[in-house]
């Protein structure tokens, strides 16, 4: 549960900064809203590519914590 909550605060997380970098970008630069469009969305794709690679890392640890799998059985059938 706890990495849930880690991957939504990832995800929430980076468009909220990417929307107040966007605004601070049209503050100083007077692009509105231009700023804010490009920090949402440039925020969104990079929060869900680190949600994303979190997960695989996540995912990889819990088999390699599961240790080897076990083999599967021989179905060839000898007529």
């Known amino acids: 549960m706890s990495q849930g ?3 939504v605060g990832e995800v929430v ?3 909220l900064g990417g929307v107040g970098l966007g605004w601070l970008l ?6 509105q809203p231009w700023g804010v469009v490009g920090g949402l969305l440039i925020g969104t794709g990079l929060s869900i590519f680190t949600a ?10 819990q088999l390699d914590a599961l240790g080897p799998l076990p083999s599967a059985p021989d179905d060839e059938d000898e007529d």
């Open 52 to 61: 994303v690679r979190s997960a695989a890392k996540a995912s990889r640890d």
């Open 5 to 7: 909550y880690r991957f």
């Open 13 to 15: 997380g980076g468009v």
């Open 26 to 31: 049209d503050r100083l630069a007077h692009t």
